[in-house]
């Protein structure tokens, strides 16, 4: 399947990560090694990483820690930035193999039908602002996930999963 610009598409976001789990040499991938992968996709591969737990009906805790990761996130992209900044000492930060790969186990599944059906219709048009509306959309969906209401975290966390 091309990308538009007449080159193959970049692996899936699940292939993509599956290949970084496995290039992982220890038991803990270092973050900023997980982004380096991902270069202009990171946006991407974060909110989705960030939004899964809560697809899956997590502890109300699991939104409460994501949320905000995912309204700064939402912040950059709403900013205009082409790849998320955090601060150099999270680039160090080790993200633990074994649980990625769970999760990955039980929403990789659901995420490659998703990716199957889901292709860019149109490239070209997706730019600048198309980006920014969908900071605009993590940011909101950020504080929608941080309301005290059981049951309002699934739908924009998968709403962020199905845009990223």
Do not use: K, Y
């Amino acid at each position: 399947m091309a990308d538009g610009g007449g080159g193959p598409a970049p692996p899936s976001v699940t292939d993509a990560l599956d290949a970084a789990l496995d290039r992982a040499e220890t038991d803990a991938l270092p973050l900023g090694r997980l982004l380096d992968a991902f270069g202009e996709r990171t946006f991407g591969l974060m909110l989705i990483l960030l939004s899964l737990p809560n697809c899956l009906l997590a502890p109300p805790v699991v939104a409460t820690v994501t949320a905000g990761p995912i309204g700064f996130l939402g912040a950059q992209m709403l900013a205009g930035r082409r790849q998320p900044w955090l601060p150099e000492a999270m680039h160090g930060w080790s993200l633990p193999v074994p649980a990625l790969r769970r999760v990955l186990a039980v929403a990789g599944p659901r995420l490659r039908r998703v990716e199957a059906i889901r292709r860019p219709r149109a490239p070209g048009a997706i730019g600048s602002a198309a980006e920014r509306l969908a900071g605009l959309f993590a940011l909101l969906a950020a504080l929608i996930v941080l309301l005290p209401v059981p049951g309002t975290n699934v739908l924009p966390a998968l709403s962020l999963v199905l845009l990223s």
